[in-house]
């Protein structure tokens, strides 16, 4: 059974950084690897970063330049550096592991909060 666990979330000022972490445990290799995805108040979850197993690395447009996705094989922790944070960027991240066809998000973390104010 996959269990993930995030931490690193906080509150920080426009501008300011943060880094998340995602502790996995009882992980089955998956070609398509993991991904950050986070929820906005009164908002759809929507994807953030990806990292496969070939180190691919994907970002959403609102990220690029910003978030940076990284993983530990070793420690078997997947990363999110978050530089020049801005309010739209608030919200509630989770850690996830992607996989099957389409590569869907398949087992999710209980979330980190993160909050930006101006």
């Known amino acids: 059974q996959v269990h993930l666990v995030e931490s690193g979330g906080g509150s920080v000022q426009a501008g300011g950084s943060l880094k998340l972490s995602c502790a996995a445990s009882g992980y089955i290799f998956s070609d398509c690897g993991m991904g950050w995805y986070r929820q906005a108040p009164g908002k759809n979850l929507e994807l953030v970063s990806t990292i496969s197993s070939d180190e691919t690395i994907r970002y959403a447009d609102s990220v690029k330049g910003r978030f940076t996705i990284s993983q530990d094989n070793a420690k078997n922790t997947l990363y999110l550096q978050m530089d020049s944070l801005k309010t739209e960027d608030t919200g509630v991240y989770y850690c996830?592991?992607?996989?099957?066809?389409?590569?869907?998000?398949?087992?999710w973390g209980q979330g980190t909060q993160v909050t930006v104010s101006s």
């Open positions: 996830a592991v992607r996989s099957g066809d389409y590569c869907l998000p398949t087992d």
